[in-house]
C-alpha cells in the first residue's frame, strides 16, 4: 500500500474516508431515488448497484413522493428537460427535505438552453446538499462568483468536474486528479457520478466528504478502468467492474487528491 | 455431457424441452412486443436479439394495436408507470387476447407502489399466461396464498425469482437453482427475463414448460456469464453472448432443477 | 497495408474519402442533434462520441430549437413515435434547413405503421440530404421506383443496408459489403449507423461521399468488431472500440466496394 499521493492529512483522511463510504455502501445499500434524463437512466442504475445502492428511476406523478418518502437520497438531473420531469422533481425534492434527507442537483447542459438554467436557479431556493456540475454550466449557475463563494452563499457543496475535479462547501476544498480521458466518450459518466454522490450522502453525515467520496471513488475506478479498455466500449464495461471492486488499499494507493 | 443435476424424470424433461426451445427460438424467430419501462428496453431488446426473437417496444396509441396484431406474444412490464404504457397495455392486451396468443405481466415494485398494484390487479381479470415477480410482490399480489393455489385459481402460471426461482401452475411445479449473484447488480435483468418468457411462450403451447424453460435458460446463461465476469459490467456483456450461444450440451450438463 | 478490395478509381477514393473523414470528425468534433427513439438513445450517443462528434438528444419543445440551432447536423429517426418528438422533428428541420445544414431521415419501420410511413412521406417535403433504411423500409417509401431514381426525383442521397450496402445519389452508386452478421443481433446499431451518417455530413459537404463514407466506417468497425466477439454483448462493445481506434491504414486495408 502506497502513501495517497496528495500533500496533507486531510487529503490521507479524504482517501481513508472513500474507503470507509465504499464499506459503507455495501451495507447499508441506501435507497437512491433518481429523476434523471432518458440518456442516462441505464449507467446511472447500473453505477448505483455496483456500488451496492439501490437505485429506483420513477417520474410517474401518482407514484413519485412514495418513492421519495422511502429514499435515502434523491437525485435531481435536468438533462431531459419535460413538464413531467419538472413535477416530479418538485414534488420528489418537497419529500426528501420534509424528511431532511440529502438532494443533489445535476444542472446538464443549462449553458445550452435558457429554460434550464431558469429553473435549475429556481432549484437553488429547495437548498440542494450538493451540485456537481461541469465547469460551462457553472458559469451558467453561478455568473462571476468563485465556487468557493457560490458554496458559501447557498450553503451547499459545490463540485466542479473536468481533468482536475474541485469540491469545495466555502471553507474546505479538495482538488482530485484521477479519472480517465475515456470518461468524456461514454455518454452519461457525468451524470452517473452525480447518482454515486446522491449515494455517498446518504451514508456520510458531512456532506463535503460524501461528495468529494465520491469523485474520488468514480475517479479512481475510471483509472483503473482506463488501464484495461480498449477504447470507450470496454471502458463503459470496465468502469463498472472496478466500482463493484473497488478496496481500501486500492482508495489509499491511487488517491491523488490535494487540498 | 452430464446428466442434469435433478432429480426425477420430470426434470430430465425440462432441460430437454428448454434445449428443444432454444433451437426453436433461433428457426422461428417469434415477435415480441414490449411495453416495458425506459430502464429496461434496451438490455429487452438485447436479451430477445441474442436468443433469436425479434422485439418492438412502440407505446404509441397510434400504431400499438398494428404491433400487437403482428406479435406471436407480448410483455407487459409495470417498470414505468405512465398513462400512455397503461393506454398502450390496455390496448395490446386486448389485441393479442382476442389472437388467443400469450402475454406476461411483470409487475414490477407493486410492493412499493400502490396505483401499481392496483392496476396489476386489473389486469389479472384478462388472464396473463403468466406473471414474473419477486417475492415482494408477489405477497403484494397475492396475499396469503401458496404460489399454487394462486396459480390454480387465476388459471395462470407463476414464477417467483430469486436465488432459486419457483414456477408453477397450480398442478405442477419446478424449482430452479440455476443464477448467479451479479444478476442482482445489473439493472432490468428481470425485466429482460420476463421478456425471454415472452418468447418461449410464442413457441412452446404449455406454459408451465415455456415459462420454466426460460427461467432454466436464463439461469443457466447467468451461471456462464458469472464464470468469466470480474463484475457487473462484463456479466452484463457475457450473460448476453452466453444467451446466444447455448447449446443443448450445455443446458442439459448445467440444469440445477427439482420439481 | 493492401489494396481496397474494389475495383475502381471511385472505390481507391471512397476508401480515402472514408479515411479522411475519420480524422476530420475527431478534429471538428461535430455537433449532431438527435430525435431518436428511446432504445437507440444510449448507443447512438456512445457512437458519435466514440468518433469524436458531440451528441445531443433533447425533444422538449421549449429547447429544441436552441439546441437545433448550434447543430452541425440532424438526425430525425421515427423509431418512437409521439406527438412530442414529432413536434420537436418539424421544429430541429426548419431550424437546420434555414441554416442550410444537412439532415438525415432514418424511417424505422415504417413497413410496420402506417402512421409512421405517412408521417415520412410528409418528411420528405422538407428535403432530407439523406435516407438511411432497410429494404422493407425503401420498398414501402418508394414503391417500385428504383433507388437511383427515387434518389434523383427526391434530390437526395438513399442507403438501404443489409448484408450490402447500397448508396446512391442516383447518378453515382456505391456498394459496400463490409459488416457483420452480429450487427442484427445487437439493437439499434442502424439507428446508430444513421447518427454517424449525421456526423459525417456534418464534415463533407458532398453528401454522396458522406454517407457513403459513413457506412463503410461503420461496416469495418464491425468486421473488427466480429473477430473478436464472442456474441452479440461482445460485439456491442468492441464497434465502440473499433470506431475510437479505427485509422486510415485499416480503412484502405478492410474497404469493400463496388460502384
Same mark, same amino acid.
Given at each position: 500500500?502506497?502513501?495517497? &499521493?496528495?500533500?496533507?492529512?486531510? $487529503? ?12 459503507r ?5 441506501? %435507497? $437512491? ?7 442516462? &437512466? ?9 456500488v451496492? =445502492?439501490?437505485?429506483?428511476? !420513477?417520474?410517474?406523478?401518482?407514484e413519485v413522493?412514495a418513492?421519495? !418518502?422511502?429514499?435515502?437520497a ?11 420531469r %419538472?413535477?416530479a422533481a ?9 424528511a431532511a ?7 446538464v447542459?443549462i449553458?445550452?438552453s +435558457? ?7 429556481t432549484l437553488?431556493?429547495h ?18 462568483a468563485? +465556487?468557493?463563494?457560490?458554496?458559501r452563499? &447557498?450553503?451547499? $457543496? ?13 471553507? %474546505? ?6 479519472g480517465? +480521458? ?13 447518482a ?5 450522502l446518504?451514508? &456520510? ?5 460524501a461528495v ?12 483503473i ?8 466500449g ?8 472496478a466500482?463493484?471492486?473497488l478496496?481500501r488499499?486500492?482508495?489509499? =494507493? ?6
Open positions: 500500500m502506497h502513501a495517497p &499521493q496528495g500533500d496533507s492529512a486531510d $487529503v490521507v483522511n479524504l482517501a481513508d474516508h472513500a474507503a470507509d463510504l465504499i464499506e455502501l455495501r451495507v447499508r445499500q441506501p %435507497r $437512491v431515488h433518481c429523476i434523471t434524463n432518458a440518456v442516462a &437512466q441505464n449507467l446511472t442504475a447500473n453505477v448505483l448497484l455496483a451496492g =445502492a439501490l437505485p429506483s428511476m !420513477t417520474i410517474a406523478r401518482s413522493t418513492f421519495a !418518502t422511502r429514499a435515502d434523491l437525485l435531481v438531473n435536468l438533462g431531459t428537460f419535460d413538464p413531467e %419538472r413535477a418538485d414534488a420528489a425534492i418537497a419529500t426528501i427535505r420534509s434527507r440529502p438532494w443533489i442537483l445535476d444542472p447542459l449553458d445550452r +435558457p429554460p434550464r438554467a431558469a429553473y435549475a436557479h437553488l431556493a437548498r440542494p446538499s450538493a451540485i456537481r456540475m461541469n465547469a460551462a454550466e457553472f458559469t451558467e449557475l453561478c455568473g462571476e468563485s +465556487p468557493q463563494t457560490f458554496a452563499e &447557498q450553503r451547499t $457543496v459545490v463540485a466542479i468536474t473536468g481533468e482536475t475535479d474541485l469540491v469545495t462547501d466555502g471553507d %474546505r476544498t479538495f482538488r482530485i486528479a484521477n480517465h +480521458p475515456l470518461m468524456a466518450r461514454v455518454t452519461a459518466m457525468g451524470c452517473a457520478e452525480s454515486l454522490v446522491a449515494a455517498t446518504a451514508v &456520510q453525515p458531512d456532506p463535503l466528504k468529494a467520496s465520491a469523485l474520488l471513488i468514480f475517479g479512481i475506478a475510471g483509472d478502468a482506463g488501464e484495461t479498455a480498449n477504447g470507450p470496454t471502458f463503459g464495461v470496465h468502469i463498472l467492474d466500482l463493484f471492486n478496496d488499499a486500492t482508495i489509499l =494507493a491511487r488517491a491523488k487528491v490535494t487540498s
